[in-house]
């Protein structure tokens, strides 16, 4: 008991600063975020504002508001930002741990080459990737060394994009989506014969889909159509980002690929598996743990990517602006503090949804142990 | 003998507060700004040399990180003495109409400003029958640049419209020149604009956007926006990738014809590059505004609760007397805005620009602060964005007035 009690009374304070200092202003930021605070330009940075509730009306306007046309394009930007740097960072630092594994020459040397990009800042990643690709230097000129005419690709000024979609079809993409997905678990559900499980998800899976042919082809969030798509001028960025995180995701399946047994790996080569069974059939899967959790840090990484975009292509360039960018744009440069709080929550609702899950799973497995 | 010695105590107290105490000036003046900066807390010093003067500078061009400092110290209850704002409605809609700033109107009177500031700077300053902030300096926005020997070897003039200038584009395209207007980055768009604005709207036009009496979605003011797309079509597709001072090369190196920045371009090429004035590299007013003087202003004012207010109030008349002014714009690459300030000071620019500050019409500018509130400037981006995706005039005017009457423009 007496030990309890210290080990509570030792807690206490950090308890208690971690209750006012993180969840306490998360509150305070939600309720701001339901606010009009900023929509008085006399109100906004008054001594003491007087702030009205409104409600939801900050994310209705974010979403469907006539002016807020580049939230929903930094949101776009935002998703394909996250799948290409996941996607790029995993792929390249399992190619760079596998060229490790086979223990060439140097390793330690590689090792420490292709890690050291983590060791700087965002900050200063993005100042040299822009003066690497500017528009008249840098990678563009590469090819006069060799006598040949310099490449004119607009790396991070161009204001082309691809996959282009209309915001107004996003109802029924997500019905879509959601009911391709419901689907699958109900195909799973039956291989695995859960008959409850395979009753709701198709029940749930067919009236979206039935929604979204019918109605959610009508249902428009704004009355003209707003094409949205994937900027090219992101290329730049991402190809940054990777160069910083790929060092990180090499070192972190090296780990893992040292540490599958060699037992198995001589089982696989005694049943007569060629290297890319093994690879596909056995190393994979031993390493999906891993890229499990290397998912969880490059995602909230890239949902929460700011640093890296202001230094290369500065605040106000569009076709690379994400929402951590507009949120500090609205509130701290147009005094819109309501708009840029709902945008904070939004965030926090976007890396909940990346980490939660996570900690969800680890828990379980420390209770079954 | 006790009521003596508080009295000497007292007395005593006072004078020392008198000449010491502290002054923080609040700005973002650093590198090439900084030693005008310096030479005017040199001459306080010489004044009031008891004061400990702190000079708080935020680094970032035009502010953009100096102003967030500035607004989590007065949220959070630290005001500076006095700190540096682009004068005009950054101020105005921005502080004063949260009342966090004190009237000058009677420091305007006591020290003669009312007379030394041309008419149409006292009103870009003034809100509700106060004046609220004292200029330092004064920068025009609506210049075109050139280098006169490449316009010579390309057998063209300056153009004095923009019918002109793109009939000029045009010839000058034939010529093999790809891009003969140099742009750079996002807030130099917006630069352009404005001038193409002026141009086209008229000094009065221009005002009666920003008082609410023009819609931005009257034809005439839709019309600001074809002329712009016209104009870009004759600028260089990287414009993103490239700073102001990017941009003033290209014209210096013979890539582009034309630039049209603030007179701080003058600074960077006489300056730092070494080019004189008038013969290697020469200016007229951007098109279609001859006779306008499209200005914008460095100026100082006194949040109310500064802890050291008659210090900042001495700093403040020292900024607005001929003395300051004559001691800082020529260092800074501006000029004076008093009346009556020294040409024989200032370079052949300055002295040109000196000429026009004083028989030309006077606007305030839009991106540098004086005609709209940060609330609409910032979303102003937004805009120029919607445009420069979508190329629809119509589109960016009505987002235009949409963020015009959400912020409550002129109002």
Redesign the interface.
């Given at each position: 008991m007496r030990d309890r009690i210290t080990a509570f009374l030792v807690l206490l304070p950090s308890l208690a600063a971690v209750g006012i200092f993180v969840y306490g202003f998360i509150g305070q930021n939600l309720w701001v975020s339901l606010t009009d605070w900023?929509?008085?330009?006399?109100?906004?940075?008054?001594?003491r504002p007087e702030l009205r509730f409104v409600g939801l009306e900050n994310y209705r306007e974010l979403f469907t508001g006539?002016?807020d046309?580049?939230f929903r394009q930094s949101v776009v930007n935002l998703i394909f930002f996250t799948f290409f740097f996941m996607g790029g960072s995993l792929g390249l630092g399992l190619l760079l741990a596998m060229a490790l594994d086979r223990g060439p020459k140097g390793e330690g040397f590689f090792r420490t080459v292709f890690l050291f990009p983590m060791a700087l800042s965002f900050v200063v990643t993005g100042t040299i990737w822009r003066w690497l690709l500017?528009?008249?230097g840098g990678v563009n000129v590469l090819p006069t060394l060799f006598g040949l005419p310099p490449f004119h690709f607009?790396w991070?000024?161009t204001?082309q994009q691809t996959w282009v979609f209309d915001w107004n079809q996003l109802p029924f993409y997500t019905a879509l989506a959601v009911g391709l997905t419901l689907l699958y678990v109900a195909w799973k559900a039956h291989r695995e014969g859960e008959r409850k499980r395979l009753f709701w998800s198709l029940l749930s899976s067919g009236v979206l889909l039935v929604w979204a042919f019918t109605l959610g082809r009508t249902t428009h969030l704004l009355p003209y159509p707003e094409p949205h798509g994937f900027s090219l001028?992101l290329v730049g960025v991402i190809l940054a980002a990777v160069w910083q995180m790929s060092g990180y995701t090499m070192a972190l399946y090296l780990a893992g690929l040292r540490g599958i047994p060699v037992e198995v790996l001589e089982a696989a080569k005694v049943d007569g598996a060629s290297e890319w069974q093994t690879y596909r059939h056995v190393v994979l899967p031993l390493l999906a743990p891993i890229t499990l959790s290397a998912m969880i840090v490059l995602g909230h990484i890239a949902l929460k990517i700011f640093d890296l975009i202001f230094a290369m292509?500065?605040?106000?360039?569009?076709?690379t602006d994400v929402p951590a960018i507009y949120m500090y744009?609205?509130a701290?440069?147009?005094?819109?503090f309501a708009k840029g709080a709902a945008i904070g929550i939004l965030l926090l609702l976007l890396v909940a949804l990346v980490v939660i899950p996570y900690l969800v799973s680890q828990l379980r497995k420390e209770v079954r142990r | 003998m006790r009521k003596w010695l508080l009295a000497i105590g007292v007395a005593l107290g006072l004078s020392a507060l008198a000449q010491t105490g502290k002054l923080e000036i609040f700005s973002w003046w650093a590198g090439d700004e900084g030693p005008a900066l310096e030479a005017l807390i040199r001459l306080y010093k010489q004044k009031y040399p008891g004061v400990e003067v702190i000079n708080a500078t935020v680094t970032g061009g035009a502010g953009?990180n100096a102003?967030?400092v500035l607004?989590t110290r007065?949220?959070g209850g630290d005001p500076p003495d006095t700190f540096q704002v682009h004068a005009g409605q950054e101020l105005i809609?921005?502080?004063v109409?949260?009342?966090?700033m004190e009237d000058l109107t009677s420091l305007f009177r006591q020290e003669g400003w009312l007379q030394a500031f041309p008419k149409g700077l006292i009103d870009l300053l003034s809100y509700k029958g106060g004046i609220w902030s004292v200029p330092v300096n004064i920068h025009r926005s609506n210049v075109m640049w050139y280098i006169p020997a490449k316009l010579k070897e390309w057998g063209v003039a300056p153009p004095k419209t923009w019918a002109e200038f793109l009939a000029t584009c045009q010839t000058l395209k034939r010529k093999g020149l790809e891009a003969p207007l140099a742009l750079g980055?996002?807030?130099t768009q917006q630069h352009l604009w404005e001038s193409v604005a002026l141009a086209t709207l008229g000094a009065d036009g221009w005002a009666n956007l920003w008082s609410g009496k023009l819609k931005f979605t009257d034809p005439k003011a839709v019309a600001v926006w074809e002329t712009f797309g016209k104009v870009l079509d004759c600028a260089n597709?990287?414009?993103?990738?490239?700073s102001w001072q990017q941009a003033v090369d290209r014209v210096v190196q013979g890539q582009a014809a034309f630039n049209i920045m603030g007179d701080w371009a003058a600074g960077y090429m006489s300056t730092t590059l070494k080019l004189k004035p008038g013969t290697d590299f020469a200016w007229v007013p951007s098109p279609g505004t001859s006779g306008i003087f499209m200005m914008l202003s460095d100026s100082f004012g006194l949040p109310k609760g500064a802890k050291n207010r008659q210090n900042a109030l001495n700093w403040l008349k020292l900024v607005g007397s001929k003395e300051g002014q004559d001691a800082f714009n020529p260092l800074k690459g501006s000029i004076a805005a008093r009346l009556d300030s020294d040409p024989a000071k200032y370079n052949a620019y300055g002295q040109s620009a000196m000429k026009d500050w004083k028989t030309n019409r006077i606007v305030g500018s839009l991106v540098h602060g004086a005609v709209a509130?940060?609330?609409f400037?910032?979303?102003f981006?937004?805009?120029m964005?919607?445009f420069?995706?979508s190329k629809n005039p119509q589109a960016a005017a009505?987002?235009a007035q949409?963020?015009a009457n959400?912020?409550?423009l002129g109002r």
């Open positions: 900023g929509k008085n330009p006399a109100q906004a940075l008054a001594l006539f002016v046309v580049r500017q528009p008249q607009p991070l000024t204001r001028a292509a500065g605040l106000d360039y569009a076709p744009l609205l701290f440069r147009g005094n819109q | 953009v102003k967030a607004k007065m949220l809609g921005t502080w109409v949260a009342e966090r980055e996002n807030w597709k990287d414009a993103a990738g490239l509130p940060e609330s400037m910032s979303q981006g937004t805009v964005e919607i420069l995706q009505n987002a949409a963020i959400q912020v409550g």
